[in-house]
């Protein structure tokens, strides 16, 4: 395959790992869109208001769940894409514990209790830091070429 000799082999892992992350994100699309029918809040609405809702604060939480991973994606993607050309099973160790650890911020922050989502989301962030260091590794390696 032309240009798949400028990744090493186990750059298939990050690429596995960015493919994981989009079946997440798919998850948690369907799960906005199943809370928007049960608590009625109807599209365009991104935010049900306390005033109109009696669940707003609970659909508020699943939505502002699904929205954070959004926010974060392209940063997460950025890292991963460039770290995991110089350091892939790490990379990819790095991003699998990233996936996990938004997938239990997500469930925790969907039981409408905004604090839940700090139990097992707290790694995601950790993960990212590692994730920084090894593209800030290959940008350096890339310039001692």
Known sequence: MAGAEMFPKEYGYVVLALVLYYFLNFWMAIRVSQARKK???PYPTLYASESE???AKLFNCIQRGHQNSLEMMPIFFMLMILGGI???LVCASL???YIV????????????DPQNRHGG????????FGLVICTISCGINLLLQ
């Open 101 to 112: 650890s938004r997938y239990f911020y997500f469930i925790g922050y969907s039981t409408g």
């Open 39 to 41: 608590y009625k809040v």
């Open 121 to 128: 989301g707290k790694f995601a962030f950790l993960a990212l």
């Open 86 to 88: 110089r350091h892939p």
């Open 53 to 55: 809702n009696k669940d």
């Open 95 to 97: 991003g699998l514990v």
